[in-house]
């Protein structure tokens, strides 16, 4: 359940690819995607503050699809002064597991985020995603998504791009990109460096990569998230991402 800006930071710090200077590039602390990021790390803070001096105890998030390098960002200091504790759900193992001194404030866990009996109902003071549900890939996994978000946390955060912004995260390089039908995306990844990996070997695994980020507008976000507040990111007066929080009366 990884996928987004965070994997290219994480493929960066590997050395498998170079940081850009691009609007998107979550390397770049002078590019859009980290001034809109920096701008969520505070609501996202005033969230967890406000379910701290709540509750009087541990603040227990579970973050689906999360990387350590994430909430290093959001401030390891701020999660342990509010006593976070925080489960980062992935399909795979991540790495955070190997690092030493955040064992009081991380869990890892494998798990589908669409499928969840192992966790109970409200179990967790907060559920949240970043730049996650776009990734599950299908209409009916996406429901399944937002369904266990609201089901097992009291609030949660998530955030998704928007799919009527012209330049979609994953693929910078070429404005409206999102927009064209599969078969020509499937054909431009081919033939150019769209993709951050560079050119798409092969009609197989560039309809791969085509399927693995499906945008939503507003109409079906806010089918999947009834019950939240709908906040929109926006850009020179235009929506870029979407944002829904279900906070403490919800």
Known sequence: MTGGPDAEVRACERGETKPRAYLADPLNPNSLSTWFRRRRDVALRSLIGSIA?????????????????????????????????????????????????????????????????????????????????EHVETWSRMK?????????????????????????????????????????????????????????????????VVDHARLLDGRQFRFLFPDAEIRFERFAGVTKSLIAVRGLRG
């Not at 912004?165 to 039908?181: G, K, S, T």
Request: proline share 7%; glycine share 6%; net charge neutral.
């Open 53 to 133: 001096a709540a509750t009087g105890g541990p603040v227990n998030i579970l973050d689906m699809g999360g990387t350590f390098e994430y909430w290093d960002r959001v401030g390891l200091d701020f999660l342990r002064e509010k006593r976070a504790r925080i489960v980062l759900l992935n399909l795979l193992a991540t790495d955070p597991c190997g690092l030493a001194g955040v064992e009081d404030l991380f869990e890892c866990a494998l798990g589908d985020a669409c499928r969840l009996p192992q966790v109970r109902d409200r179990q967790f003071d907060l559920a949240h995603s970043n730049s996650v549900i």
């Open 144 to 208: 399944a998504f937002a369904a266990e978000t609201r089901r097992v946390a009291r609030c949660y955060y998530l955030q998704t791009p928007y799919f009527w912004f012209p330049i979609d995260p994953h693929y910078h390089r070429m404005p409206m990109f999102h927009w064209f039908p599969r078969p020509i995306r499937a054909r431009l990844l081919n033939a150019l460096p769209i993709a951050y990996t560079g050119r798409i070997a092969g009609v197989d695994r560039a309809f791969d």
